[in-house]
């Protein structure tokens, strides 16, 4: 009997074995056959002659077509091959069908997507577009649905995972697809929310006051606007004295507590750009360089590509999804982009009938709201169904008692939806680049320029409403015309300047307009450190070359730090610190050289002291709405009080600054240790405190997923106002460098990899490079994109 048992168990796992080394042999055939074809030929529907596909030592295609048409369908057909799930989720974020795949744990997402009308918005969109423009879409079209339908049984691991089969791509997807860069980037209506709570904390009494004005500043020293100023022909900034932001509001003020929605402002998100002219360069040629800074996904955000046809040659990144190119060069031009940062949404105080909800108050007269009815499927479960009132200003997006709140947003603006890229990468000068900008209008992106004939520019193009009245600080009141839109800032009014004496161009989203300028664009600016740091390293040097762009990009000095150590060292000669822990953080702080490195003791100091002293500071007067109040220049508030000595922030039983500081310090040093997990000081590390971990949307769950599918944990230099902009969340999404001496000594990389694909070798090839600082060739001339080739693909055209 027991050999008998023996012998039945030794089958059993045999059994379970060849069952594993089965399965284990079927996925690693499904993985490979997953995996795109990079070499030899495939034929593809819809090309008029056959296309060549070079792919370099990071797997960047470089389309060779003998037409543009043939060049959008290669560039379809590509890209799908290395993000065709990216490209799937990005298109179900914006028209609302997440929910579809993920079940209701994306519910909330859809449902803001149905709410703002996306879907009906990118219908529109697609009317405004010309018959030109809907024949260059269709052809990216034709290539993404060519890959879908040659590989059904082979689609992306993820395809298979989750059990679905993606739906034929649409020129509406590719809309979509630009939705989602407007929505992360142009935000503003939670802040119109967190002021309006922050005066409600601070009192009525104090609205207009000192100390209402001193929380939100809106200027520093260290600004370095770059734009002229136009001529002061037709302007109108909002009229001031009925703004609720100031003046008569008390009346008005029913936002309370409980209503305050939870809300989440990535601190220091932005990016930087800057040009030089050949004054400052070794060649005596422009240099131009560019690192937008984005949330980090897998895959990357980017896409990069080289495209090629008759009259056409760009190269550079674009969005997965959408065709041509959005950031990179041809030729003759390079351009790179920031977000300018504008209020370009407004909150309205509706008022509603009671006796018919779907009546709302205009001018004295009850109006019919539109209704929308929504039904959004879910996966596993009913379909959520739901109804939507837009009123004149926009969708009621969010209701409290007697109070809906509709948003008005350039976005949803009629005619705003435009798609300028097939434009801006055929121009061939300063007036054709312009001139393609007016169609760029939502998101505001600061536009640097560079050519070929030594000019440099910048244009900030964009939708920025003009307010009849105030600058949509708060909800105002919706019933009546007065806080209502009137047109926009005209393009040529827009900031902008075209060869500046200097020879200097740089934003960072920080102002970028004088205090002259006659238009209203935002009071949210990004702190202003990383400007700064850019002009002063871009004022140090007349021979600048491609690798010093790139050096500047990782430099991780660090001027708001740099600033609180002297506070500190200061404070200290009148109230030394008596703490052993706090002495030694002075020590370490005294000691910095400004550097914001992984093993900096006193980095960590300096930034958990810095938050220290801003709850300080605020927490007698806020208590608590302290949570709520995050503001971009709040280390310029911290610089306002401290410097210009405003005892009315100075914290009760505090006898001057200095003590508040010295408390502060105290405060701060006594929580590192649970933040590093130790009580030893040689585990003060910076970089150890915000660890870089990048996470797969499947990877949760599973510490073997994991495994496979995330990057990191890795610590991180540099924090969220150096130039290399680190946050746990955020950072430089692509580099690039752009050198008009030579185009093949450009420079460019992106976080991860091209393929979105985790078994592919280009999953995560670049990320090292990106890690460290470094980057790689752009290539461009035709000789160097053959010499660096690694792969060839051949798309000959079929039926």
């Known amino acids: 009997m027991k050999r008998f048992l023996w012998r039945l168990f030794f089958l ?48 960047v295609p470089h389309i060779r077509a003998q037409s543009l048409g043939d060049a959008l369908i290669a560039q379809g057909y590509i890209t799908a091959q290395d993000r065709l799930w990216q490209m799937d989720l990005s298109r179900r974020n914006a028209e609302g069908e997440l929910s579809e795949v993920f079940g209701d744990r994306t519910l909330s997402l859809d449902i803001e997507s149905r709410t703002l009308g996306f879907p009906d918005l990118i219908k529109s969109a697609l009317t405004d577009l010309s018959p030109e423009e809907h024949r260059l879409l269709d052809f990216y079209v034709r290539g993404v649905n060519a890959f879908m339908e040659s590989h059904r ?54 609205l207009g006051k000192d100390e209402y004005a001193d929380l939100f500043p809106d200027h520093s020293p260290l600004d370095v606007p770059v734009a002229e100023v136009p001529a002061p022909a037709h ?21 309370g507590l409980s209503s305050l929605r939870a809300m989440t402002f990535p601190g220091g998100i932005g990016s930087n750009n800057w040009v030089v002219s050949g004054s400052h360069t070794k060649s005596g040629k422009p240099l131009l360089a560019n690192d937008p800074h984005l949330a980090f996904s897998i895959p990357s955000v980017w896409y990069m590509n080289h495209l090629q046809a008759p009259g056409l040659n760009v190269s550079g990144i674009s969005l997965p999804g959408l065709p041509f190119v959005i950031i990179g060069h041809n030729e003759h031009i390079a351009w790179g982009m920031t977000n300018t940062g504008p209020d370009v949404q ?169 205090d002259n300028y006659p238009y209203f664009i935002s009071a949210r600016w990004e702190a202003p450190f990383r400007t700064a740091r850019i002009f002063q390293l871009l004022r140090e040097g007349n021979s600048f070359t491609a690798p010093d762009m790139l050096r500047i990009q990782s430099d991780i000095m660090s001027i708001e730090d740099e600033w609180l150590r002297k506070q500190l060292i200061a404070a200290a000669e009148k109230h030394p610190p008596s703490d052993p822990d706090s002495r030694f953080a002075l020590e370490a702080v005294k000691s910095w050289d400004g550097e914001a490195r992984a093993d900096s003791a006193a980095t960590l100091v300096l930034e958990v002291t ?101 990057v990191g944990p890795y610590p991180q230099k540099g924090t969220g106002t150096t130039v290399k902009q680190t946050t746990l969340r955020v950072g430089p999404s692509m580099r690039m460098v752009v050198d008009f001496s030579d185009l093949d000594d450009s420079l460019q990389n992106i976080v991860l990899g091209e393929s979105g694909q985790p078994f592919s070798p280009y999953y995560r090839d670049q990320f090292q490079a990106w890690y460290d600082g470094e980057s790689f060739p752009m290539l461009f001339s035709n000789s160097a994109v053959e010499k660096g080739a690694v792969h060839n693909l051949v798309l000959e055209p079929g039926r």
């Open 610 to 710: 810095r938050h220290s002293l801003l709850a300080r500071i605020l927490k007698p007067k806020l208590g608590d709405a302290l949570s709520g109040y995050i503001w971009p220049m709040s280390t310029t508030f911290l610089q306002n009080v401290l410097e210009q000595k405003l005892t009315r922030w100075l914290p009760p039983g505090d006898a001057d600054f200095s003590v508040t500081l010295m408390k502060s310090l105290d405060d701060g040093v006594r929580g590192i240790s649970s933040l590093v997990h130790s009580h030893d000081h040689a585990a003060w590390r910076w970089g150890d405190t915000l660890p870089l971990i990048i996470r797969h949307p499947l990877s949760s769950g599973s510490p073997f997923a994991r495994r496979w599918l995330d």
């Open 12 to 59: 059993l796992i045999s059994a379970i074995i060849l069952a594993v080394l089965a399965g284990g042999i079927w996925v690693r055939g499904r993985v490979r056959a997953s995996l795109p074809t990079i070499e030899g030929t495939v034929t593809v529907p819809g090309l008029s002659a056959r296309v060549e596909v070079l792919r370099d030592v990071h797997g």
């Open 153 to 206: 049984n082979r689609l992306p691991l993820e395809f298979l995972v989750l059990r679905y089969q993606p739906r034929p791509w649409r020129d509406a997807d590719s809309i979509a697809v630009t939705l989602n860069l407007a929505t992360a980037l142009s935000q503003t209506w939670e802040v119109d929310l967190l002021r309006e709570h922050i005066a409600a904390k601070l009192g009525p009494a104090s």
């Open 346 to 514: 407004d909150l309205y105080m509706e008022s509603f009938n009671f006796r018919n909800p779907k009546k709302y108050l205009h001018n004295g007269q009850w109006v019919d709201a539109d209704v929308r009815n929504e039904d959004i499927k879910v996966r596993g479960e009913r379909d959520y169904h739901f109804t939507v009132k837009i009123t004149r200003h926009g969708p009621i997006i969010s209701h409290d008692g007697d109070r809906d709140l509709a948003l008005q947003w350039t976005l949803l603006t009629p005619h705003a939806v435009r798609i300028p890229f097939e434009r801006i990468d055929l121009a061939g000068n300063w007036q054709e680049f312009t001139a393609a900008l007016r169609d760029l209008t939502v998101p505001m992106l600061n536009c640097v320029y560079a050519d070929d004939q030594s000019n440099i520019g910048f244009y900030a193009a964009g939708l920025v409403p003009l307010r009849k009245h105030g600058e949509g600080a708060v909800p105002v009141p919706g019933s009546t015309d007065d806080y209502d839109w009137d047109g926009f800032i005209p393009f040529e009014d827009l900031p902008h300047s075209f060869n500046p004496p200097g020879g200097i161009i740089a934003t960072a989203n920080g102002r970028i307009v004088p």
């Open 235 to 255: 302007v109108r900034k909002g009229k001031k004295s009925p703004d609720l932001s100031i003046g008569d509001f008390q009346n008005e003020l029913t936002f």
